[in-house]
């Protein structure tokens, strides 16, 4: 195994007075992607949005613990803006911006104050390539980001995230919008952008877990209950409540 | 019972009935080698057919369980086991047949020079397919693996009859035949015991995840407390 680009150590959070993560300790291989499993309401979701700060929108949201990212912790991080540019996030949902399919990928450069047009260019274009999309959409880079599919939509949200070049892309059930064509497409995309990037994934879709990822982890009411190389967590998990949760047999 | 549960049943049940065919086949073809036994030899050819029905139709459940179902962990173990282990019953059933097929070709009185031996291999041979299918229904590892120690009995048997054999017939040209036949007799009982061996290798697998195939006895024994 490589490095660890992330490592996480007693975490814990609340949503005000109610802990939801329970001393989550777990690293993340870099250039690998971890998929992150559980039954609804078991703190997958809540446990990637740690990672790029995301509960600091809202306020009575508390961590404890660390989350080092490249040894730094990302819980006494001050600016966001730049995490998120290291970290990005993608929804569940695809979501373009208002505005045309070259503005929405130029969007993150912007912001990082990045102003010369040819590299914002040649940017754009090396992100659309990365995200698998250049080739469809080269014709009309100023057309509506709202005209594309759903599966060009959320290309088009990975292209963005790209476009400021992450070290980690974090996907919140990144398929579970589209139709199994476009779900194909986005797998493949994140098995080719393991290269260059680090990737963490929430799927309810055991299958997609086991297609994609490195690293599968499972957890249950709030706690990480086992965490393995993907081969062996879904063919001979050596927890129980593993078990049981994978063969379907929970509850 | 989730529909999926229905179907791990379903294949169990088959297999089960695939076993008891296979064990009786066995059983009856030796039978039907000692007592000279024509008809039952007849008979023993005959149920090679419904052997053969129960390995198209497992394989073909589980070709549907795995396309449809996904079976993970245990599910997905019990699954491949199944698959292989038809394999090794319908092979028992080839073997069966096989020594039936031999019933006509032996003289009765050079069969009565062999018999306390064949009997002997025999009787091993069906022990550990007994044991071994046992193992299979209980997910029963340490049966599993003292069955598969009794392999080298078997060989060690089967060795000596062939020996024996040769000896016998360079005194005995006249059963040339004969002894041909008991020689490829015994190989098939041997090739039984090296399937129930196999079955018993994936009653480890089934329990455990891990592979003893082609694995040394004792190189099993380390590692059977991590199992």
Redesign the interface.
Known sequence: MGDYILKVKNLNFFYGSKQVLFNINMNMASNRITALIGPSGCGKTTFLRCFNRMHDLYKGNRYEGEILYKEKDILKMNDNIELRSKIGMVFQSPTPFPMSIFDNVAYGLKLKGIKNRTEVKDRVEAALQGAALWQEVKDRLSAPAGGLSGGQQQRLVIARALAVEPDILLFDEPTSALDPIATAKIEELMIELKKITTIIVVTHNMQQAARVSDYTAFFYLGELIETDKTEDFFTRPKNKQTEDYIRGKFG | M?Y?EEKYSQIRAMLAEMSKVAQSMMEDSIKALLRGDKELAKNVKKRDGIVDRFDNDIEDVCFKVLAMY????????FVMSALRIIVDLERIGDSSVNIAKQVKHIDSSCTQNFSSKINEMATAAKGMLEASIEAFFKNDTPLALETIKKDDYIDKLNKQIITDIINYISLNPQHVKSGVSLVYIARNIERIADHATNICEFVYFKK???SIRHTYFDKINENKEDG
Do not use: E, I, W
């Open positions: 989730k999926v996904d079976p993970k962990a245990f599910d997905l173990r455990t995840g891990k």
